[in-house]
């Protein structure tokens, strides 16, 4: 089965460790993590920002007053997706550590989550929805050689 077409955009704000981040992101690992969890062609941009965008973006759209790992902005899901994923480098380099996880996987992750949401999966809708988008995270990182994000 042939994975579904990309156009990406991927875009880095000047950030401290900025060098830690590319490196945790070249673009053909990017692309490859988002097309495995496309289910339909897509243009996404990934922007990788600073403390202070992303808790001004997270402020701005979501009424919240601090930077979260990845937001969403989903503007199409027919016929194709597209949307803007946001993440946010030193919380998400800050996660890894606490998590014990590599930059590269807790950022593949992320990328998988964000692309969920993009088409319209939620967690935060129902038990039942967490549970099934977990369990779809869970499948499409396996597919691509990371260890499931939710096991202790």
């Known amino acids: 089965m042939a994975l579904p077409q990309l156009s990406l955009s991927l875009q880095f704000a000047p950030t401290e460790q900025a060098r830690q981040h590319r ?3 070249p ?3 990017v692309a490859r993590w988002i097309r495995h969890a496309l289910e339909r062609d897509a243009e996404i941009t990934v ?3 600073d403390a202070e ?3 001004a973006l997270n402020h701005s759209y ?3 007053d601090y930077a979260t790992n990845v937001l969403t902005f989903d503007y199409a899901q027919q016929p194709l997706v597209m949307a803007d994923l946001v993440l946010c480098a030193p919380v998400i380099a800050q996660e890894a550590l606490q998590q014990g996880k590599t930059l590269e996987a807790h950022y593949a992750h992320m990328v998988v989550h964000g692309v969920l949401h993009a088409q319209g999966w939620d967690h935060e809708t129902s038990e039942a929805d967490a549970q099934a988008m977990e369990a779809q995270e869970v499948r499409i990182l396996e597919r691509l050689g990371y260890a499931n994000p939710y096991a202790d």
């Open 47 to 49: 922007r990788i920002v």
């Open 23 to 25: 490196q945790a992101l």
């Open 62 to 64: 979501r009424h919240k």
């Open 27 to 29: 673009r053909h690992r």
């Open 53 to 55: 965008e992303g808790r």
